[in-house]
């Protein structure tokens, strides 16, 4: 499998981040408010970005072209066939670019969870990530197992990357407020029977958690592919 976005998260968030996090220790609260949800944002969307860059340059893995073939249904004329077959070198592009609108068109216009658990499908990891409790949400460590206190944040590895993109959401699309979207508070109570809370404050803390999160996310990955 093509990991290469996967090692340039990991090393962004070790680099970039990092370092970013640590200049902003040096400041207020009060002055850094602003510039912690631009990291937080920041690093939300670099996750998200290879989370679909991921899936998309292994389009042709055996678990997602099996999918995209089953919803090809467009009639293909012989001339296109004769086409593809005198250029023979050109055929593995060809579908390439087919299978990879397919999933632009599919999967990566989805819930952010949903593509999460479908990178954790293509890798062959084990799928209780997306309903056995394993975040410790105070630290972002993902453990063997978890006991949550109560259920106002999601602690399995989907459910948990889902509420991160949520509070991402609710900076975004909010107007930088605290309050997440209708929409998001549903989604987490849908999928993962969560009573998430209508307000979130992000503190300079968050974003460590994160960070940790992500990183363990990549160890899953790196761990399954090793």
């Known amino acids: 499998m093509n990991l290469q976005n996967v090692l340039d998260f990991e090393k962004f968030v070790k680099g970039e981040v990092k370092k970013a996090t640590e200049e902003l220790a040096g400041l207020q609260d009060g002055s850094r408010n602003h510039l912690q949800k631009l990291v937080y944002t920041n690093l939300v969307d670099r996750f998200d970005v290879m989370v679909d860059k991921t899936i998309l340059d292994n389009a042709l893995h055996e678990r997602l072209l099996d999918d995209a073939l089953k919803k090809l249904d467009s009639p293909v004329s012989e001339a296109d066939v004769l086409k593809l077959l ?7 592009e ?3 670019s087919r299978v990879q609108n397919i999933l632009r068109d599919g999967v990566l216009r989805g819930r952010h969870s949903n593509k999460v658990s479908k990178l954790f499908e293509l890798i062959g990891l084990e799928r209780n990530l997306w309903t056995k409790p394993r975040v410790n949400i105070s630290t972002g460590k ?16 989907c459910g948990y990357a889902d509420w991160l993109y949520s509070r991402r959401n609710s900076i975004v699309h909010g107007g930088g407020s605290s309050k997440m979207l209708d929409n998001d508070i549903a989604q987490l109570k849908k999928l993962f029977k969560s009573d998430v809370a209508k307000t979130t404050r992000l503190s300079y803390s968050a974003l460590g958690v994160t960070s940790e999160f992500y990183l363990g996310v990549v160890k899953l990955i790196k761990d399954a592919e090793a």
Do not use: A
């Open 94 to 96: 060809v579908v390439e």
């Open 142 to 157: 993902i453990l063997g197992s978890f006991t949550p206190q109560n259920n106002k944040i999601p602690t399995s590895v």
């Open 86 to 92: 005198m250029d023979g070198s050109n055929i593995h």
